[in-house]
């Protein structure tokens, strides 16, 4: 029963296959070996994050293969509807990596609105000769704190980013078109708790009243959702978070609305044209920028890692 990690798997997640008796191996195939290895070491389980396609042609090349799992949320890189034609089980991890992803919101919102990263970048070269220009330049900050935050996509990461902003004193406003009503529950340090429940907008009205904008959507098939219409839309100053997927929004758009103004900051997790973004992207001050690490904590790969294990070892019935 072997089990191929082939974008690498949490220990707790590899010790729990083990003791199933599974053999994982976590080798880095490249894609273009994969097949040929599946085939060779007759791979039941191959298990991917963002980096492997899972492709029609592998799928019917790899008659081995009973489960493709998924690390993370979207799938977009699994043709899992053929998959599941061709009678293989198709399993990710909704939940495990909600936290996480919420949390690296908030990293690139109090970044932007600190400038944090423009002053991570100016300090070490110029901090010791011009301190007081980098001070007055770096003095007009905004606090989160009763500002009007706008989640798109209320789904678990959505509802994640919700707890944590009405924690630090936000309103929260939302659009998802498949979700009515979301029922928040803030849970205290000391066991207290409230209840939110949040009514969603229409997206243009959301776009419209927030200071801040965040998106959890999947990938769009069609075109932008965030692009010149949207942003005209916005108010002026607003800031944008992308932690979902590239493509959600035209970045040509966004650095002209960042160069205009009508854009304060945004923050990018994801980008166009993965693993190499733009140069005009990587290189404008006004963007804070991660390498597409929402769900790389620690915590985080400790429960996917549980996640995939048990959900194959029910699916194969290991007792």
């Known amino acids: ?11 707790s997640g590899i010790d729990a296959l083990t003791e199933k008796g599974f053999e994982v191996i976590t080798t880095k195939v490249p894609q273009e070996l994969l097949v040929d290895y599946i085939n060779e070491h007759k791979i039941r389980t191959i298990l991917v994050r963002s980096a492997t396609q899972v492709r029609k042609d592998m799928i019917d090349s790899c008659p081995s293969i009973e489960i493709i799992g998924r690390g993370g949320v979207g799938m977009d890189n699994i043709d899992v509807e053929y998959a599941r034609e061709k009678g293989i089980h198709v399993i990710n991890t909704p939940s495990a990596s909600s936290e996480s992803v919420a949390e690296l919101v ?64 936000m309103r929260v406003i939302a659009a998802d078109n498949n979700i009515g009503k979301a029922s ?15 009514e969603t907008e229409p997206l243009q009205d959301v776009l419209q009243h927030s200071d801040f904008i965040t998106l959890h959507v999947p990938a769009q098939k069609d075109g932008y959702m965030i692009g010149r219409n949207e942003f005209e839309m916005m108010k002026d100053g607003v800031a944008i978070v992308n932690c979902s997927r590239g493509g959600v929004i035209d970045e040509t758009a966004l650095i002209e609305a960042l160069d205009s103004g009508k854009v304060n900051f945004a923050g990018l997790d994801v980008f166009i044209n993965e693993p190499t973004p733009s140069k005009a992207i990587l290189n404008h001050s006004k963007i804070s920028m991660t390498p597409h690490t929402g769900a790389s904590t620690l915590e985080a790969q400790d429960r996917i890692g549980l996640s995939l294990a048990e959900q194959i070892t029910s699916i194969l019935q290991i007792q």
Do not use: W
């Open 1 to 11: 029963m072997k089990v191929l990690a082939n974008d690498g798997l949490d220990q």
């Open 106 to 169: 908030f990293a690139h919102l109090f970044s932007g609105a600190r400038f944090l990263q423009d002053s991570n970048r100016k300090m070490p070269l110029v901090g010791d000769t011009e301190f007081s220009g980098l001070k007055k330049a770096y003095a007009a900050g905004i606090e989160l704190k009763g500002k009007t935050i706008g989640i798109v996509g209320m789904g678990r990461i959505g509802q994640e980013v919700a707890k944590i902003a009405l924690g630090l004193g």
């Open 184 to 198: 928040i529950k803030v849970t205290f340090y000391n066991k207290q708790f409230i209840n939110v429940d949040i």
